[in-house]
């Protein structure tokens, strides 16, 4: 089970779902030359045969790296999700092989948030309706249903970093924001937290959700949550297609309860842009639907693959885990001149001294050593000022409850 690093030249990188290309840029310039970069996401037997010899996987929201796909990439060592969303990866199945997991929590933020305050706008007009109409010779001009963003109340519900950046761009248009969150947040600007979802329902103009999909949000909204909304109201979900119950807002958009919508994430989505997209929101007025481009822009997409490759090639040149996902975090200092064991093992009494006791019966001196633990699993990083012998590895993969054992050599005397 216990693995060990190889050279650059031999590390196989796979990229799927058109990751930008700044991404290979940055794996090429950093030495890193063996990748294969595909633009669509795999089924899952392709994704199954593919992943047997891959060490590091590049994926977007699309993929679903389940435990069978776990099992199935024996060399895994790291995980890069080019989004935010992590929920397409069984986090706990990768822990458990010793496989931390990154994203980029950041890099499209604005992306989004910049498309929901449009999108409030648009649909407080009726402009899908209105433009539909308008692309089919008609011509609807009236001002019926008709509003000015100006003081309206824009509710937030989930206000992590794109509710806030919401928050703080409808503020500058005059809307008053609420926000709802489990987390007690202090609101940027005039914005007020309100306790409870049914209050934020109750007194929102506009609904957007920025929530993850976690179980507290699945289904979070459907027709006993848009029942409590104001007549007229809107809902914009840009989130996940878990959260709201598809059927039921478009039952509330045919009655008239809903003035409109504008969706970006369904709770099911075609797999590649030539497969029919099939939703009971189709064909009904003033809902803007859009094939998940919430975080789709070229600015975002060229951050998110610098920001992802460099922490996939920082964890693969000296074993920093800072924001991952699902990973005990450890900064590292670089490693002149010295070799780097990596030892990752569940988290139980008694590995570390029994690491130590294999090092020390092996007469290896340790220069540093830095220990970070969570919940399920134990990271440390052992620093050595001279080599080791195969028998000294071969010890500490032996030792009880290893999960796996990377060596990085240092950048003066790298060998395989
Ligand atoms: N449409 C897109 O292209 C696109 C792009 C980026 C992100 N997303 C989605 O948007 C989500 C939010 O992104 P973010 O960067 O703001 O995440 P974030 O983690 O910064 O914020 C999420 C917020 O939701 C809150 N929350 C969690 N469970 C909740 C619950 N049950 N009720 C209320 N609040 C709850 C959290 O406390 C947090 O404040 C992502 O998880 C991702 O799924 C979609
Ligand atoms: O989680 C995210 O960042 C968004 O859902 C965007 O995902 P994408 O990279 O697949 O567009």
Known sequence: ???????????????????????????????????EHLSTSLDEETLLEKVSDVHFIGIRSRTQLTQRVFDAAEKLVAVGCFCI??????????????????????????SVAE????????????????????????????AKNSHEARGKTLGI???????????????????????????????????????????????????SLHVPEVPSTKWMIGKEQIALMKQGGILI?????????IEELADALKSGKLLGAAIDVFPVEPKGNSEEFVSPLRGLENVILTPHIGGSTLEAQENIGVEVSEKLITYSDNGTTITSVNFPEVALPAHPDKHRLLHIHDN????????????????????????????????????????????????????NHTLRLRVLYSETNFQE
């Open 237 to 245: 979900n840009a989130s996940r297609g878990s959260v709201v119950v």
């Open 85 to 110: 969303g992590t929920n397409q990866v069984d986090l706990g199945a990768a822990l458990t092989r010793g496989i931390p997991v990154f994203n980029a929590p950041y890099s499209n933020t604005r």
């Open 348 to 399: 139980v009494p008694g590995v570390l001294s029994e690491i130590n006791h294999v090092l020390s019966e092996n007469d290896i001196n340790i220069s540093g050593q830095y220990l970070q633990t969570n919940e399920k699993v134990g990271y440390v990083v052992i620093d050595v000022d001279k080599a080791y012998g195969a028998q000294a590895l071969e010890a500490l993969k032996q030792v």
């Open 115 to 142: 498309l929901v305050l449009a999108e409030a706008i648009m649909l407080l007009r009726g402009i899908p309706e209105k433009s539909a109409r308008a692309h089919q010779g008609g011509w609807l001009k009236t």
């Open 157 to 207: 519900v989930g206000y992590g970093n794109i509710g806030a950046q919401l928050s703080v761009l409808a503020e500058s248009l005059g809307l008053d924001v609420i926000y709802y969150d489990v987390v007690t947040k202090l609101g940027m600007g005039n914005a007020r937290q309100v306790g409870s979802l049914e209050e934020l329902l109750a007194r929102a103009d506009v609904v």
């Open 1 to 35: 089970m216990a693995k060990t690093s190889l050279d650059k030249s031999k590390i196989k990188i796979l990229l799927l779902e058109g990751v930008h290309q700044s991404a290979v840029d940055n794996f090429l310039n950093a030495g890193y030359t063996n990748i």
